[in-house]
């Protein structure tokens, strides 16, 4: 990665750090598996008293912080590695990610320019929207940030790029255009529920039932949000607001158990 990198002018000096890229990022994602809702008092009080064994480079606070941007590219790379396998039956659905609340919007300026106002079943909001696409065991399988003023619509076909199979969806995405270009593009079957004008359509009946069960993505997006804390308003740079949510993904994705609808099983169980 470093080889690849543009030339800078001017000479640089690349001491080595007491805590190697790897130890960062093990820091970062380990916070996002704990019970802390601070990254200040989980560093001081939990991994520079507890942790001091497995990393014995330990640097103050405000150091680390600096560090912290040096791993983004590292972590994204990561989060693609940890990444699951389409299984030819996938879920989508997007959720917002507000960066202050609506009242202080005129005074935010850590991302003005880049977040946007958009709005969600729940009202208005600040921010992004992070689009997910998760299989039938509850792994992700594609992820992608945009602002919030962007429909839900406009990122599916670069979403669903080499991935096949069938893709659950709610209303927000109806769209026989979509359809028609996921089809030929990618043979890939774009299954939504109906709106209550539209006239009803025949679907086997294993597709009905697998469109019950959209929630799954919906119990993933919980789990990201009060579990793997991927969203709060106290972020000062637009770097860490990245790597918090990364590393947020991450965390996900090394959870032991995962929601899942089990549908591999479902052989061994008739068998019995």
Known sequence: WEAQLLPSPGRHRQRARRLCPSEIMTILILFHQSHYRDFK????????????????????YSRFVEFMPSVLVPLCAYLRHCMGACTGIAFMDSTPLAVCDNHRISQHQVFAGVA????????????????????????LLRVMLTPGNVDDRQPVPTLLEDLFGKVFADRGYISQPLSQTLRQTGGIQLITKLKRNMKNR?????????????????????????????????????????????????????????????LGELPALEAA
């Open 41 to 60: 008092a989980f560093y001081t009080t939990y991994v520079c008293q507890h942790l001091r064994a497995e990393f014995p480079g330990l640097v103050s």
């Open 202 to 262: 025949l679907l086997p009946l294993s597709d009905k039932l697998l469109l019950r069960k959209r929630g799954l993505i919906e119990t993933l997006i919980d789990q990201l949000k009060n579990l793997s804390q991927i969203e709060h308003s106290r972020h000062r740079s637009r770097t860490n607001f990245l790597i918090n949510l990364v590393c947020g993904l991450i965390a996900y994705c090394h959870q032991p158990k995962k929601p899942s609808l089990h």
């Open 116 to 139: 946007a106002r958009g709005k969600t079943s729940t009202g208005w909001f600040y921010g992004f929207k992070l689009h997910l696409v998760c299989n039938d065991r509850g792994e």
